[in-house]
């Protein structure tokens, strides 16, 4: 199918195998960071949704909003106009992680909150003193309190993203089964490369890929989803998520899917996702 767009086959492969040929058995804490530069496709959705559902297994597990919109944030229940601190003063300031830390009504799942400005920051940050690993160092000094941090990345390949796959260990990618789905996806990878080979981030790996908004009443999107399968092989999740009105709808009450709506395709789904994230995890505690 062409019409999907065709990342280069060579950067997949390149970007999926780690350095070191390690493949199964990552060791907890797991950095994630979830990408695609385009915008709607299903980021923070999953964001949300997968690592509640983690957080639900007993796993102690941080999203860190790095998207300027703060749909993350606000999507789990926090104010966005009225936090006291943020994303924005870890990044300019250097404010602890954990001194914006905020706890949400799942257990075990946590937030490190956006803020609107910090669209802003990302100009400040050009000019600041390693500004690619500004994210990662704030991350190192909590690795030891989490057992999963998922980041959620802005939509476009900018310093906040690139700050994201710095601070990473893994790319997990959403791609929407519809049209020009693969679009843009080849560039993320040729980045991801790039970072590995400056010497950035040497072990970022994309450890997997997530088909969304699946509607099963359309040929095409089998059709994508094969395709995907095709180029990305075993790092595409077996679990297919749904389009799902009641995913949409969850945001707006601040709450996860498992909260909103346990029962839904939607939850049922990224449980399933969450499961299957969790079963590449060595067995060994933090
Ligand atoms: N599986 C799904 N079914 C229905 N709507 C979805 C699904 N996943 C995401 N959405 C909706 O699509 C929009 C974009 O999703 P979002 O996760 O915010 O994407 P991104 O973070 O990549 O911009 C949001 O309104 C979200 O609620
Ligand atoms: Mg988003």
Known sequence: M????????????????PPDGRVEGRSLP??????NQKGGVGKTTTTINTASAIASMGLRTLIIDLDPQANASSGLGLDVRSLQATLLDVLIDDLP???????????????????????????????????????????????????????????SLGLLTLNGLCAAREVMIPIQCEYFALEGVGQLLENILKIRRSGLNPELEVSTIVCVMYDARTRLADDVVREIRNHFGGIVLRTVVPRSVRL?????????????DPRSRGAVAYRDVAQEVHDGAATTAR
Do not use: K, W
């Open 30 to 35: 797991r950095v994630i960071a979830v990408a």
């Open 2 to 17: 062409e019409s999907t767009g065709n990342p280069n086959p060579e950067a997949v492969t390149q970007a999926a195998s």
């Open 248 to 260: 949409s709808e969850a945001p707006q009450y601040g709450q996860s899917i498992h909260m909103f």
């Open 97 to 155: 992680l954990a001194d914006c830390v905020q706890p949400t009504d799942t257990p075990e799942l946590f937030v490190a909150p956006s803020s609107l400005r910090l669209a802003d920051a990302e100009m400040t940050l050009y000019s600041m003193l390693s500004r690619e690993t500004r994210l990662r160092q704030a991350v190192n000094g909590i690795l030891g309190e989490y057992d999963y941090i998922f980041i959620d990345c802005p939509p």
